[in-house]
């Protein structure tokens, strides 16, 4: 368990928790268990992992405080879900964090703490150890599989489902136009054969026509796709 802890950055009981907590569910975990419907959609995949993160110790203090009363676990996939989905910050404090006469302010606060604070460090930390831990052939997959399952717990730090739509994100593109953008990023791979990086990204945003920016604009955003680019040129630096 020792080397488990150097690989996953728990403590050594954090390890022997998680371990026990992956042999209590009702079947072994496999590489299908680690996939975007699995995780992401209604399969609950995310509340079988939220179970097991909640007996780590470095996990549980900050996972604890986005609990809800009743069924937490579900509570927390779905907060995931919509996160990594694409629902907007007040969508989801009008959806999870609003009680009573709360106002939306206050709401979207302890939204974007949930979030920016608790989910995307812990969330993201808890699945990728999970992953390494839970498969016990994790080395002896494939590069392709490695890859992918790796690149889940980002999904979950950019608030994106593709692997296109992190690699804007890496690269300074709003969230809410990031999956749209990617797909023309993707359709223009399947026809030049390029081979998607961070670098070829950056390139593919920056000699991207205003046409291309309109064409990934989301329907009845409140921003134009000259918004867009302006606001990517200034949070990348291209825009200086």
């Known amino acids: 368990q020792v080397a488990m802890a150097d690989m996953t950055g728990f403590s050594y009981e954090g390890v022997g928790r998680a371990l026990m907590g992956i042999q209590t569910l009702e079947r072994n975990l496999t590489p299908s268990d680690f996939s975007v419907n699995q995780l992401f959609g209604n399969a609950g995949g995310m509340s079988d992992l939220y179970g097991i993160m909640l007996?780590?110790?470095q996990l549980r203090k900050s996972l604890d405080e986005i609990?809800?009363?009743?069924?937490e676990l579900r509570h927390l996939a779905n907060i995931t879900n919509d996160w990594v989905n694409g629902r907007s910050i007040q969508e989801i404090a009008t959806a999870y964090f609003k009680k009573g006469n709360m106002d939306i302010t206050a709401a979207i606060s302890k939204a974007c703490k949930a979030i920016y604070r608790n989910l995307i460090n812990n969330g993201t930390w808890g699945l990728s150890a999970i992953s390494r831990l839970g498969i016990g052939n994790f080395d002896q997959l494939s590069e392709e599989q490695k890859?992918?399952?790796?690149?889940?717990?980002?999904?979950?730090?950019?608030?994106?489902?593709?692997e296109a739509g992190v690699l804007m994100r890496m690269n300074g593109v709003p969230r809410s136009i990031a999956e749209n953008l990617g797909e023309c990023y993707r359709e223009s791979t399947q026809t030049s054969g390029t081979t998607p990086n961070v670098r070829a990204v950056r390139q593919f945003i920056t000699a991207a026509d205003i046409e291309m920016w309109n064409r990934a604009c989301p329907q009845n955003s409140p921003l134009t796709a000259k918004d867009y680019k302006d606001v990517w040129g200034i949070i990348s630096g291209e825009g200086r």
């Open 55 to 57: 007996k780590i110790p």
């Open 147 to 162: 890859r992918y399952i790796n690149l889940l717990p980002a999904m979950i730090y950019h608030g994106v489902k593709t």
């Open 67 to 71: 609990k809800s009363d009743g069924n």
